[in-house]
């Protein structure tokens, strides 16, 4: 699998990942996995399928997001008071939410939500091995305007100067690799949005509900490194109170049961 990536895609030798107070990618990822906080350091290493489709930058659609299969590598060092057993638990998507905020120089602010399309956590001797989640960037709601504006700002950020939906329907996160130190873990992996690949890295825990693994946490992704460039002050300058911040910040539940 490696190799093939190496050849194809051209990633490197291998997924690295440093806390610092500055992430290269701007991506501050809370994605609270509690399960995680019981590991010893180590990296927690499954390649995803769907990593290694995305870091080629081709853009995540029903068929790829249908491909993605967790890849069980058995490179996994347990050590853990906590564990499941092993296999694949499905999103459900009913129940499991995404939560959006994004924010202007003025001072407003919109809020929405954005549904899952479809993913999975996979477990492999009995710990965390590699997960995926689909978006579906269609389903983006705002919650803070009445009929009319909110018609006009939900068609407007499923165009070209936003996401550009009608292109790109699904944005897509694959996990590949986690390392715990002291009671934080953080995983690693890469966040496509727009056919643009990211790398990312995120402090997780996780937690287990009868045999349910239940994920919470917070996120915010700038959006330019996504080609969002719609009053962005990194593509265009005196803006003024119109800029809109790059910055958008997420607010993830995630309920994954047993396939």
């Known amino acids: 699998m490696l190799a093939f990536v190496k050849r194809n895609c051209q990633v490197g030798n291998a997924v690295t990942f440093a806390v610092r107070k500055t992430v290269y990618f701007r991506f501050n990822l809370s994605f609270k996995f509690r399960l995680m906080k019981f590991f010893n350091y180590s990296t927690l290493s499954a ?3 769907a990593g290694a489709l995305l870091s080629c930058n081709q853009p995540a659609t029903e ?12 490179e996994i060092k347990v050590v853990s008071t906590l564990s499941f057993p092993d296999g694949k638990y499905i999103v459900d998507n009913g129940t499991s939410t995404c939560n959006w905020v ?3 120089a003025s001072g407003s602010s919109h809020t929405g939500d954005i549904g899952f399309h ?10 965390f091995g590699s997960a995926f989640v689909g978006i579906n960037m269609n389903s983006i709601n705002c919650t ?3 009929e009319g504006g909110k018609e006009r700002l939900e068609g407007h950020l499923k165009s070209d100067d936003f ?3 009608e292109q790109h329907p699904y944005a897509l996160l694959a996990v590949e690799a986690v390392k715990t130190k002291g009671t934080e873990s953080v995983a690693v992996g890469k966040l496509t949005i727009k056919g643009i690949t990211q790398p990312v ?3 997780i825990t996780m937690q287990q509900d009868g045999d349910d693994i239940i994920v919470d946490g917070t996120l915010t992704f700038d959006r330019s490194d996504f080609d969002v460039r719609f ?7 005196d803006l003024g109170d119109k800029l809109i911040y790059n910055d958008i910040d997420l607010t993830v539940h995630i309920e994954a049961r047993p396939e």
């Open 144 to 146: 803070d305007l009445d």
């Open 102 to 104: 994004g924010k202007e």
């Open 231 to 237: 009053r962005s002050d990194k593509w265009f300058s």
């Open 63 to 74: 068929e790829s997001i249908a491909e993605a299969k967790p890849e069980e590598t058995g």
């Open 118 to 127: 479809k993913g999975s956590i996979s477990i492999l001797n009995n710990a």
């Open 47 to 49: 390649l995803i399928v």
């Open 163 to 165: 996401f550009g939906t």
């Open 201 to 203: 890295g995120f402090p």
